[in-house]
């Protein structure tokens, strides 16, 4: 007689390991399930979330009713900085105001200059690609301490701009970062310079555009101008908005423009909300207080984008409206 060795079924084995074999089992059965996958896969993000942006949150609100240096403990006064701010603090509503003109002033200019381009750019050529990254490399470069140097250099009463100026027979060798009337404008400048990423949006918006459209305003009489005010313009709104918003917001946060460039002289004229803010934290070292600022800005920024959605219905189009 011989004997054949039988291989242990699947069974056999899970009877063999025991609960252990059933545990990892439903161990590997419930990672497998799609909530808890999801859950899994999102969870370094939510960590990031709360770690990086709730938490700082709640800290500085908290701050906010404080008298906190940084170094020492947080004494808490209730609303002294708020009322320190209202009525004490000239600084606060000065650069307040400079940054509502810089923003409100930049962000319209931005959006012409970078709707022009992008009506220039419409049309495909062998170097387009080219022309597209050349215009979109000031966004890259534009908020680096590099370019601010640069400019600021450009801005000189020895600089690129009078030498240009005088090749024209102007010759002047006016200090444009050191007169109130015209260092704000050098600073918005810079900001409409760096048009391309919404010039780039306003570029894809624009392809999409049914070119069928066109063709039966061409064939009922219609110019290229008012094919641009009947069709292209009312189908862009939506990209018009989208890049008000966003541009906007950036608007009110501009720092480096400042405080690389003129440091808010002469006499506070260019003095951004942000810089103030900064200033009053790390420099006077009244992070309370800075704190409190930044829930203002937020507040204003979260009333002026609530503003523009309002609106939104007035001049938006919407299909399926």
């Avoid at 799609?34 to 908290?62: D, Q, R």
């Avoid at 039966?216 to 094919?227: C, I, R």
């Avoid at 003095?271 to 409190?292: K, P, W």
């Amino acid at each position: 007689m011989t004997s054949s060795a039988v291989a242990p079924s699947q069974k056999d084995l899970a009877n063999s390991s025991g609960v252990q074999f059933r545990a990892h089992g439903k161990f590997v059965s419930f990672l497998q399930r799609e909530k808890v996958a999801g859950v899994v896969c999102s969870a370094p993000f939510i960590f990031g979330f709360l770690m990086f942006l709730i938490v700082p949150l709640g800290l500085s609100l908290y701050y906010t009713f404080t008298n906190y240096n940084i170094i020492g403990d947080a004494q808490f006064i209730g609303l002294d900085n708020y009322k320190r701010m209202f009525t004490q603090d000239p600084l606060f509503w000065q650069s307040l105001g400079v940054t509502f003109f810089f923003a409100l002033i930049s962000t319209p200019l931005r959006l012409i200059f970078a709707l022009v381009v992008a009506l220039l750019l419409l049309r495909n050529s062998k170097i387009s690609g080219f022309y597209r990254a050349a215009f979109y490399l000031p966004s890259i470069l534009g908020g680096s301490v590099a370019v601010a140097i640069l400019w600021k250099q450009m801005f000189a009463a020895d600089g690129v701009i009078n030498r240009a100026l005088a090749i024209f027979g102007i010759h002047t060798h006016f200090a444009w970062l050191g007169s109130e009337k015209t260092a704000i404008w050098t600073l918005i400048i810079l900001a409409v310079w760096q048009f391309g990423s919404s010039m780039l949006i306003f570029l894809a918006s624009l392809k999409q555009i049914p070119s069928e459209l066109y063709e039966a305003a061409s064939v009922d009489g219609a110019n290229k101008w008012g094919q641009f005010w009947k069709i292209t313009l009312p189908l862009l709104t939506p990209t018009i908005f989208f890049n008000l918003v966003m541009q906007s917001i950036n608007g009110f946060l501009a720092f480096t423009q400042c405080y690389i460039i003129t440091q808010g002289k002469p006499r506070n004229t260019t003095l951004f909300y942000m810089v103030d803010m900064y200033d009053e934290s790390f420099t006077r070292y009244h992070a309370g207080y800075g704190a409190a600022m930044a829930w203002v800005m937020l507040i204003l920024i979260g009333i002026y984008t609530g503003f523009l959605f309002l609106s939104k219905r007035f001049w938006v189009y919407d299909e399926e409206a």
